[in-house]
């Protein structure tokens, strides 16, 4: 959904003159009638912008409106289900199209199959409630289910917390179908879990933040759904020592989820929901997982954990909705920080190697003190720290501050939300002059005009 | 390790003079010493071809052979561990330089991590040898595991058993490193399960057959091992029936591999071992195994599935030496065969959809009745079709009739080992002028002087 486009700058005619925006508009309400270009964004983005928006319904629409923004050399910013963290479909600086992928609502699973397909609107929560009466599920899941849509978290390769099991959203990619910058269909949605036939075009276009294709439907692979589920919210002193008891978690392999939080955040949530905290006076606390389709066996890898680690005090459900108040703790971290932030948050999605994670965390609280809230997906290293009561003017500095200690520790910052606008200056930390040079030859091959997601 | 140039075929002066392969393979020996210079394959290639065989030992050798062949203009050919099936590291038809990555013999996995770095000359055998102390294995294996290296694997995308469960070679790369054809490294070697850093480079070259890069080294993810195991081969009345039960097992956690075999194929490796037929009139079998840390589960697992599917008899084991006997009967078939064939076996490596399986294995059947032996990794639909006693003259044609009825059921026609030189006409049947464009895109802008593994 994001933007690389200062890095991938071309040389390229100044194009969405308003003029050729309002032709534009007449002649995508011709291709896909009115219903389908919902808001004329002129005054959103000013008088003299000339943006608008457009919701294809079908793989066509979206070829159509691409062909006639190529033609009219105007640019595209795709759009998911805006939940992303990096600024990719915000508003732009300039005239553009747009394009918004939620109403591609496919979804075709034929019983007993470990794959689907299913267009790029879906959001996680409507693929999870229609795969729920059968024996599979999909393998990515993460708190903004309700509002991310598939097209989306193809496009930013999305990860979640069941990562260090299933892979990120890459893996679950069988088949993929995307419509190139001159509105040309690609599709290839057989579900086969082996074919290396020739370049691997599809997991190019994965995580490319919408520069190289916008993404209409996938093939994805489903994994068995097991029966039964336990979930332990477990207490440590800090979180040197719930990292080390994490990574006893991340070899049983019912074990699906492994994630922590510092005292701090636990205490917001239990203030923000008005509920009893669990785990009053601990620094850290992980919340663990499993699932089998013995429950005995869910039971008995959390059983075992916590003999072999002994946590200080433990909160444990199998009940879904018991589980849920339990998850609650994790994915309310945000809403409950947020409301004692008076400037937005910062945010932070940064994986670290397990060996720098710690030391890592300890940094951040050096530097940071109460404004640091740390929390994320233990066993992967990935690290969502947020930053409270930052003002505007201090955001940029902070941030480098940030992305130079993560990457003279080896790690990665951008973990699992792309690059999008606010990371370009990181990126070019991250990766050396040939891999740049590599990636804007490839946007070239892709998109020579220059139409899609610049920005 | 293979070739798609008849695809990528690039507008360049003639390359591989005689003269200049001499004068590059004096400049070769003064960079590396004689000892990396292995062979003058002058003999091999004809008088004039002048090609030579180069072993460095680190990425660094590997670079300047790139860098001193890029100035030359002399092609460069990777080769890995010599097991792949389709025609990409045999003799080429012009001058010029094989590279073996035979000698990129690093292997450091720090205790307790789930990941490792491992050079490219690694084979999977020797991986696995000195994992099997720890807690950790890699998460593919096949027959050729002590011929097949871990840079071939990766050039490859090789698949295996386990794919169903872990995914492809794709699924297990963490970091890469690689030079380019200039000689340039680009070593991105961190284990970070989560990094979404612009667009995948790394994702382009796993798979791409050596056109793009030479891969150097690997950080790959490892997988829990589970202490015990447990292998089961059951009989069925026909390969439609072991299919419909292979589906049932897929559903099972603990079961990590589902490989499928025609009666023949029983037949032949008991008769060229010279052991008893566990199976014998079974028209098909299927061999289970499943792995757990806990015995009693993974038996379960197998007897659990062995009361839903009723096959006709069973030979089980738990022990290593008997589960390798087992294993024989599926290892086994392609020496077995072999022995029987008064031409070389003609391999194909394919992908069916799960609801085509069944039908295709019977079209084989009819088409090719005794010439054809089915075997292969169920749960992905991957067939190893192999035929007997085909003269040279009639290869062209059958390959033609096999590729032409995998497209039409929307297989794939390369599952595991690539496109190469064998399938280079079969590759424009299954990808579309827009991608087959893309793709020389792609190849331009990593080699623009066309000197990797043309053929």
């Not at 059968?134 to 989306?152: S, V």
């Not at 989820?257 to 005292?263: L, R």
């Amino acid at each position: 959904m994001l933007s690389l486009m200062v890095v991938f700058c071309m040389a390229r005619s100044p194009i969405g003159q308003t003029g050729t925006v309002h032709s534009l508009l007449k002649n995508v309400r011709a291709l896909l009638g009115d219903s389908a270009v919902l808001d004329e964004l002129t005054a959103a983005h000013g008088a003299d912008s000339g943006s608008l928006r457009v919701e294809p319904t079908d793989t066509q629409g979206v070829s159509a409106v691409l062909r006639a923004c190529a033609e009219a050399e105007v640019a595209v910013v795709p759009e998911g289900g805006g939940s992303g963290l990096v600024g990719g479909a915000g508003p732009q600086p300039f005239p553009h199209v747009l394009l918004s992928t939620r109403r591609l609502q496919t979804l075709e699973h034929r019983s007993g199959e470990p794959a689907a397909r299913v267009g790029a609107g879906v959001t996680l929560a409507e693929l999870e409630r229609s795969l729920a009466p059968t024996a599979w599920r999909y393998g990515i899941d993460f708190g903004a289910r309700d509002q991310a849509t598939l097209g989306g978290t193809i496009t930013t390769n999305a990860g979640g917390s069941g990562v260090f099991r299933f892979g990120t959203t890459r893996q679950q990619v069988l088949g993929l179908e995307y419509v190139l910058a001159d509105g040309t269909v690609v599709s290839d949605l057989s579900p086969l879990m082996k074919d290396n036939t020739g370049l691997s075009l599809q997991d190019l276009i994965i995580g490319s933040e919408g520069i190289l294709a916008i993404v209409t439907q996938a093939s994805i692979r489903l994994w068995p759904r097991p029966e039964h589920r336990a979930t332990v919210l477990a207490g440590f002193p800090d979180l040197d020592a719930a990292l080390q008891a994490s990574r006893v978690a991340a070899r049983s392999v019912p074990i699906e989820a492994i994630e922590f939080m510092d005292g701090a955040c636990l205490s917001a949530v239990a203030q923000h929901t008005s509920v009893a905290h669990p785990l009053e006076g601990h620094g850290a606390a992980l919340l663990l997982e499993s699932a089998h389709d013995d429950q005995t066996v869910a039971l008995a890898a959390l059983h075992d954990w916590i003999d072999a680690t002994s946590p200080s005090a433990t909160a444990a459900a199998t009940d879904r909705a018991d589980r849920a108040r339990l998850w609650a703790f994790r994915e309310g971290i945000v809403p409950a920080i947020t409301a004692r932030s008076s400037f937005p948050l910062l945010k932070f999605d940064l994986t670290l190697p397990q060996e720098s994670l710690a030391g890592f965390l300890d940094w951040c609280t050096t530097q940071f003190g109460d404004a640091a809230w740390q929390f994320g997906h233990a066993a992967d290293g990935n690290v969502h720290l947020n930053l409270t009561d930052v003002a505007q003017g201090e955001r940029g500095a902070i941030s480098d501050t940030v992305y130079r200690q993560v990457c003279a520790l080896s790690g990665s910052v951008s973990a699992e939300h792309g690059i999008g606008r606010y990371k370009v200056a990181a990126l070019a930390q991250q990766r050396t002059s040939a891999e740049l040079s590599l990636m804007r030859g490839i946007k070239q091959v892709f998109d020579p005009k220059g139409i899609l997601n610049p920005g």
